[in-house]
């Protein structure tokens, strides 16, 4: 097998990340990737397709392709094996699987591709060890930075201290003004010379520039130049007849110094704001209803439920000013345990009768537009609490068992049958580790954060075919209540209320606008205690 070029392309065509594996010219590799969408075609099962000379493997995600580009001598099998994995590599480093999410995280697939392949053959890596292989560390690049950082706080102290003899200086100066302290004046303008000559910035060697200027950032004017408590008008005055002033001229003479000096000089620089802090789609339909719930559950680790709560949400979003004038017929589903209240300004009886959301005043439009951090206008919400422990879509097990002076931990979850349960993370407190677990058995993926103590157990996906599953790890003798509490996150498309828009109905009659439903269940606190 010998791949050639790993891609992301989309759906346009467009290229986001491309890594070529072997030798070969760039006009080669970026004509079998321009002839990709038009091969493909349409109404296809299979995911692959052969040319006169290669061969393209490729596996939708989302708006996205991933492809792989081999020779046709490759084994199909370890062709789509290695596609499968890197399926699996890329949720992993870009969480928006779209154009934006990818060209964002283009750096970090690319080196994550290279843990895969290398000259064009597979490695025998799993997704943890290629996250552990690009997460490696460099202790003499921490030990560089703690160097640089101390030699800058070292300078940033210094440059206090100088700030202030100056605005000492400056007060005995204007005093001297003043009252006529003849020896306080040439007191003062004494050491207003000595200390600039101290700060002095030329490229002499006794100034900051040669002592203690490495890499220095800090804006000069954002040291207080005021005195401690409230001088009189004349003190604040600028003093007639002094040749240097702390100002931006100051600055950039002070940086331009020590750029001469060699010194790398990082400027301060605003944050552009993403044009978009979500990760959510942009809209494209008129009218967008989200149905969303939130899930709260404390389990406890013996069994029993503490707390269940279900909170949810109908909103909704309209684009055009003339859809506004609509009214939503829903459907509620058949469970009892739900209670439903719809917004103040809905008519309520029109829902109580009928499942229609609309307006008290039909002559009132619902809002529109689209802001960049709103969720829509809230129609309808509802909560359910429950103690039965059925209701619970999914249940951990943990089991901690000493042995000598080792730990073994055997955890296993059971997924209920109503849900299929998406991006699953199961996050275990571990006690304090010298080295990563040693993981014995796992049905999914695990990852350790030494920094926080925690060991990550995911499965992108609990259906049908693997409603319960078990992980095995080890570690020095440990308490039981150390692994506790545990902490689950998920996401999954349907819902506990089981709410569904069946109609759009045109209040001022006509056709009624295209609309769009989303349904997603999220857990906002889910812990084991």
Same mark, same amino acid.
């Given at each position: 097998?010998? +791949?050639?070029? !790993?891609?992301?392309?989309?759906?346009?065509?467009?290229? @986001?990340?491309?890594?070529?594996?072997?030798?070969?010219?760039?006009?080669?590799? /970026?004509?079998?990737?321009?002839?990709?969408?038009?091969?493909?075609?349409?109404?296809?099962?299979?995911?692959?397709?052969?040319?006169?000379?290669?061969?393209?493997?490729?596996?939708?995600?989302?708006?996205?392709?991933?492809?792989?580009?081999?020779?046709?001598?490759?084994?199909?099998?370890?062709?789509?094996?290695?596609?499968?994995?890197?399926?699996?590599?890329?949720?992993?480093?870009?969480?928006?699987?779209?154009?934006?999410?990818?060209?964002?995280?283009?750096?970090?697939?690319?080196?994550?591709? %290279?843990?895969?392949? *290398?000259?064009?053959?597979?490695?025998?890596?799993?997704?943890?060890?290629? $996250?552990?292989?690009?997460?490696?560390?460099?202790?003499?690049?921490? @030990?560089?930075?703690?160097?640089?950082?101390?030699?800058?706080?070292?300078?940033?102290?210094?440059?206090?201290?100088?700030?202030?003899?100056?605005? $000492?200086?400056?007060?005995?100066?204007?005093?001297?003004?003043?009252?006529?302290?003849?020896?306080?004046?040439?007191?003062?303008?004494?050491?207003?010379?000595? *200390?600039?000559? %101290?700060?002095?910035?030329?490229?002499?060697?006794?100034?900051?520039?040669?002592?203690?200027?490495?890499?220095?950032? &800090?804006?000069?004017?954002?040291?207080? &130049?005021? =005195?401690?408590?409230?001088?009189?008008?004349?003190?604040?005055?600028?003093?007639?007849?002094?040749?240097?002033?702390?100002?931006?001229?100051?600055?950039?003479?002070?940086?331009?110094?020590?750029?001469?000096?060699?010194?790398?000089?990082?400027?301060?620089?605003?944050?552009?704001?993403?044009?978009?802090?979500?990760?959510?789609?942009?809209?494209?339909? =008129?009218?967008?209803?989200?149905?969303?719930?939130?899930?709260?559950?404390?389990?406890?680790?013996?069994?029993?439920?503490?707390?269940?709560?279900?909170?949810?949400?109908?909103?909704?979003?309209?684009?055009?000013?003339?859809?506004?004038?609509?009214?939503?017929?829903?459907?509620?589903?058949?469970?009892?345990?739900?209670?439903?209240?719809?917004?103040?300004?809905?008519?309520?009886?029109?829902?109580?009768?009928?499942?229609?959301?609309?307006?008290?005043?039909?002559?009132?439009?619902?809002?529109?537009?689209?802001?960049? %951090?709103?969720?829509?206008?809230?129609?309808?919400?509802?909560?359910?609490?429950?103690?039965?422990?059925?209701?619970?879509?999914?249940?951990?097990?943990?089991?901690?068992?000493?042995?000598?002076?080792?730990?073994?931990?055997?955890?296993?979850? /059971?997924?209920?049958?109503?849900?299929?349960?998406?991006?699953?993370?199961?996050?275990?407190?571990?006690?304090? @580790? #010298?080295?990563?677990?040693?993981?014995?058995?796992?049905?999914?993926?695990? #990852?350790?954060? *030494?920094?926080?103590?925690?060991?990550?157990?995911?499965?992108?996906?609990?259906?049908?075919?693997?409603?319960?599953?078990?992980?095995?790890? +080890?570690?020095?003798? !440990?308490?039981?209540?150390?692994?506790?509490?545990?902490?689950?996150?998920?996401?999954?498309?349907?819902?506990?209320?089981? @709410?569904?828009?069946?109609?759009?109905?045109?209040?001022?009659?006509?056709?009624?606008?295209?609309?769009?439903?989303?349904?997603?269940?999220?857990?906002?606190?889910?812990?084991?205690?």
């Amino acid at each position: 097998m010998v +791949v050639l070029a !790993a891609s992301i392309v989309g759906k346009s065509g467009k290229v @986001l990340v491309s890594r070529q594996f072997v030798e070969m010219s760039r006009i080669r590799i /970026e004509g079998l990737l321009a002839a990709f969408p038009k091969l493909i075609g349409t109404g296809k099962q299979h995911t692959y397709f052969e040319t006169e000379n290669v061969r393209y493997v490729y596996q939708p995600i989302e708006a996205l392709y991933l492809l792989l580009v081999t020779n046709k001598q490759s084994n199909i099998l370890e062709d789509l094996d290695t596609l499968r994995l890197l399926s699996k590599l890329v949720p992993e480093y870009s969480y928006s699987l779209d154009e934006e999410g990818i060209c964002k995280h283009a750096f970090e697939l690319i080196f994550a591709f %290279d843990e895969v392949i *290398s000259l064009g053959h597979k490695e025998s890596v799993t997704v943890t060890q290629v $996250k552990q292989y690009c997460e490696m560390e460099s202790q003499e690049e921490k @030990l560089h930075k703690l160097v640089m950082q101390s030699k800058i706080n070292e300078t940033k102290d210094v440059m206090k201290r100088k700030a202030s003899e100056i605005d $000492k200086s400056k007060i005995e100066k204007n005093r001297g003004d003043k009252g006529g302290f003849g020896p306080l004046t040439s007191m003062g303008s004494g050491k207003i010379e000595n *200390s600039f000559n %101290d700060m002095s910035i030329s490229s002499t060697g006794t100034g900051f520039g040669s002592g203690t200027g490495f890499g220095l950032s &800090t804006d000069v004017d954002s040291f207080s &130049t005021k =005195p401690k408590g409230r001088p009189t008008a004349s003190a604040t005055a600028p003093p007639k007849g002094l040749g240097m002033k702390l100002g931006k001229s100051q600055k950039n003479q002070f940086l331009e110094s020590l750029k001469a000096e060699g010194e790398v000089i990082v400027e301060d620089v605003q944050p552009r704001v993403s044009q978009s802090r979500t990760a959510a789609p942009p809209l494209t339909d =008129p009218v967008t209803l989200t149905v969303e719930e939130k899930l709260n559950v404390t389990l406890k680790r013996d069994g029993g439920v503490s707390n269940f709560d279900v909170q949810g949400t109908l909103s909704l979003q309209i684009l055009n000013q003339e859809d506004g004038y609509i009214q939503v017929q829903v459907q509620t589903g058949d469970n009892q345990a739900i209670s439903f209240k719809t917004h103040p300004n809905m008519n309520k009886e029109l829902f109580a009768n009928e499942h229609i959301l609309g307006p008290k005043d039909p002559n009132r439009p619902f809002p529109t537009g689209q802001a960049s %951090d709103a969720a829509g206008v809230g129609l309808l919400k509802w909560r359910m609490q429950s103690t039965d422990e059925s209701m619970v879509p999914l249940t951990i097990n943990c089991w901690p068992s000493s042995s000598g002076n080792e730990t073994y931990v055997s955890i296993e979850y /059971e997924a209920s049958s109503m849900f299929d349960l998406q991006n699953v993370v199961v996050s275990v407190p571990l006690p304090p @580790l #010298r080295e990563a677990p040693s993981v014995k058995q796992i049905d999914g993926e695990w #990852r350790y954060d *030494s920094r926080n103590s925690i060991l990550e157990w995911s499965v992108l996906l609990i259906d049908d075919s693997n409603r319960s599953g078990s992980m095995e790890f +080890v570690v020095p003798q !440990a308490d039981s209540s150390a692994f506790f509490p545990i902490s689950v996150r998920f996401i999954a498309t349907d819902t506990f209320s089981d @709410l569904k828009v069946t109609n759009i109905i045109p209040v001022k009659g006509g056709n009624p606008p295209k609309y769009a439903q989303r349904t997603q269940l999220i857990t906002e606190n889910y812990q084991i205690v």
